[in-house]
């Protein structure tokens, strides 16, 4: 008989294959091995590279047309290594799609005023469609202040409160979507993998990327979205619960950089990281439930073989690095041996993110300078993602 085949053991994963078999004495002699699988990786910068391609053909329209470029506006704050690089790939895109930019950049030390100002002007700008503040902020400044202040038309990050509130009504996503949530659902799309019915675990709850893809999950037709909160994960943070974790980490900045760590220490390290994980209890049972395994938290590999169901979709949206490499939230080679799907780090959901940045602002530009298009009556979230359509609606929308 064959695992897949029988629907009660595909839905119920391999915990209760197991008391299946062992309920009927004949088939406990002969057990059949539990499934591997060898995930198929969905390629991010193939399909960034497309989705650049259509806007770069929209942009020539939009030129053509209107007279001018689409406009972007970028707002960085200090000098963070990793938002300047990715301020960096942001401009190469746009270089790319033929998006005009306009980068402004502001002291770390700068105040709260200072960042609103520079977002009012760039958003006062006729030639700018879309502007955003690469976050984080230095800690002094509220995000949400500044998120505020935006002009939601061109609120391109998706994150002020008119456009997260609209995204949060079902079936009324009409504004602008945040980009990694937006470019995961096209990767997704593009990789055939269907969200419809399908049991979703979001670990991760935050604004930026956990509670955008839950809300759009759902309205994709998911049967269940599950969220993960960060108390279900903090012990992995948190140095009171685990001593001897704190100090490895002060061992680790005391040779951090100059000596490498010795064989005792990285076995010392390795020894202090399974005991975090011991903290997480229950957090491997719900993983195991989804067959849509979304994983944003920011500890790298986390998740491993043992807690992903036979063959579900394993999306990483992690970025940690690790003895100077990029690694994700997820144990890639462990897990890509039970997975059916997977997204790499890197080259799976970051390059998706760039691209569904510039995806808003052409589509703001658009709705600017040519006019609003028809809001589609009925459109499943993917067909519409495939288009490359800003707006989508769905028949349920009754709240
Ligand atoms: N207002 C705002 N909007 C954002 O969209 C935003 C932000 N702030 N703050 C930080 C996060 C993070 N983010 C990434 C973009 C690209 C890669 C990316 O391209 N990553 C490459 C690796 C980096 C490389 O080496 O090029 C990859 O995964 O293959 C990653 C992360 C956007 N964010």
């Not at 047309?65 to 301020?87: E, H, N, Q």
């Not at 994960?233 to 900045?253: I, K």
């Not at 202090?272 to 500890?299: F, K, N, Q, S, W």
Request: proline letters at 8%.
């Amino acid at each position: 008989m064959s695992h897949a085949c029988n629907p009660v053991i595909r839905i119920l994963g391999p915990k209760l294959y197991a008391l299946h078999f062992t309920s009927s004495p004949a088939l406990v002699a002969t057990p059949e091995p539990l499934p591997t699988h060898t995930a198929r990786f969905l390629d991010g910068r193939a399909a960034a590279a497309d989705w650049h391609a259509e806007l770069a053909r929209e942009s020539a329209h939009i030129l053509k047309v209107a007279g001018r470029r689409p406009g972007l506006g970028v707002v960085l704050v200090g000098d963070r290594p990793d938002s300047k690089l990715y301020v960096t790939r942001k401009r190469e895109a746009c270089e790319k799609v033929g998006i005009s930019e306009r980068l402004v950049q502001l002291p770390d030390d700068c105040s709260i005023g200072d960042v609103q100002r520079v977002v009012g002007e760039l958003c006062a700008d006729p030639g700018i469609d879309g502007v955003l503040v690469q976050l984080p902020l230095p800690p002094d400044i509220s995000e949400e202040r500044v998120m505020e202040s935006f002009d939601p038309s061109k609120d391109i990050d998706g994150f002020h409160p008119l456009n997260m509130g609209r995204m949060l009504m079902r079936g009324r996503s009409t504004g602008f979507v945040p980009a990694t949530a937006l470019g995961t659902l096209r990767l997704l799309a593009a990789g055939g993998v269907e969200l419809r019915g399908a049991s979703v675990v979001v670990v991760g709850d935050s604004n930026t990327v956990g509670t955008p893809l839950a809300a759009l999950m759902r309205d994709a037709g998911a049967a269940s979205v599950t969220v993960v909160h960060r108390t279900s994960y903090s012990a992995l943070f948190a140095d009171a619960l685990s001593p001897r974790l704190a100090a490895a980490r002060v061992a680790a900045a005391a040779c951090a950089p100059r000596v490498p760590p010795g064989p005792s220490q990285a076995a010392r390290a390795a020894d202090v990281r399974e005991e975090a994980l011991e903290h997480l209890a229950g957090l491997p049972g719900i993983t195991r439930t989804a067959d849509v395994l979304v994983v944003a938290v920011g500890y790298p590999r986390l998740v491993r073989a043992s807690w992903v169901k036979p063959g579900a979709a394993v999306v990483d949206v992690g970025i940690n690095v690790e003895g100077g490499r990029v690694v994700g939230d997820v144990d890639e080679a462990g897990v890509a041996g039970v997975a059916g799907v997977m997204t790499p780090v890197p080259g799976g959901v970051g390059p998706m993110t760039i691209a569904a940045t510039l995806h808003n602002v052409v589509a703001s530009a658009r709705d600017r300078l040519l006019g609003p298009r028809e809001v589609p009556q009925v459109e499943p979230l993917g067909g519409l993602l495939r288009r490359g359509d800003l707006h989508y609606a769905f028949p349920d929308s009754r709240t």
